[in-house]
């Protein structure tokens, strides 16, 4: 089965860039997904299929996809911005999601 | 606006069973396939299963193969999810939500806030 890996927790100053990988055989190949999940909250979607923002997700968050990696990129880190942060790829009939990061603002 | 409120979880022994609803407005049910996901406690986002907008088509996870059923009726804007033989390892909050389906699902881009299901003796 595909699997996506991603690091346990990434951190970040106050108003500089984070970067999210997601690790996959591949991935390149794939339609990848992003999600935020705060505590006690359901997940939002940020980013689909590699590069684009829904309506009413700030300009700060990007992502790209290429190789074996993709990797979400939230720009001009916020406080509001911590939250666990998901990728996700249709593969062989299932829906998989990488184990998650979380994201910490210093 | 697009609503799925989800119902019936509880507190469960090991190897009974429980029955999860999602209610959905604001959107045309009948044209998005539907998933149920999960979080358990200290753990990340699992995918548990997905019905097809018609239902034509249902997909599960390894973990509740063969003991969880996805259904939908679509004349009540309701998606079902029936659990039997539940485990400890079953304990999660367990999310509705819902993909477009373009030959195959897109993102999941609304979500439920969630029913807590706790298995235990």
């Known amino acids: 089965s595909y699997e996506l890996t991603q690091p346990l927790s990434v951190s970040v100053a106050l108003g500089q860039t984070a970067r999210i990988a997601c690790g996959g055989y591949n991935i390149g190949s794939e339609n990848v997904h992003w999600y935020q999940q705060k505590p006690g909250q359901a997940p939002v979607l940020v980013i689909y299929s590699n590069t684009n923002r829904p309506s009413g997700i700030p300009e700060r968050f990007s992502g790209s996809n290429s190789g074996n990696t993709a990797t979400l990129t939230i720009s001009r880190a916020q406080v509001g911005d911590e939250a666990d942060y998901y990728c996700q790829v249709w593969d062989s009939s299932t829906v998989v999601f990488g184990g998650g990061t979380k994201l910490t603002v210093l | 606006q697009v609503q799925l409120v989800e119902s019936g979880g509880g507190v469960v022994q090991p190897g009974r069973s429980l029955r999860l609803s999602c209610a959905a407005s604001g959107f045309t049910f009948s044209g998005f396939g539907m998933h149920w996901v999960r979080r358990a406690p200290g753990k990340g986002l699992e995918w548990v299963t997905l019905?097809?907008?018609?239902?034509?088509?249902?997909y599960y996870a390894d973990s509740v193969k063969g003991r969880f059923t996805i259904s939908r009726d679509n004349s009540k804007d309701t998606l079902y999810l029936q659990m039997n033989s539940l485990r400890p390892e079953d304990t999660a909050m367990y999310y509705c939500?819902?993909?477009?389906?373009?030959?195959?699902?897109?993102?999941?881009?609304?979500w439920g806030q969630g029913t807590l299901v706790t298995v235990s003796s």
């Open positions: 939500a819902r993909s477009d389906i373009v030959v195959v699902p897109t993102s999941i881009d609304s």
């Open positions: 019905i097809w907008y018609d239902g034509s088509k249902k």
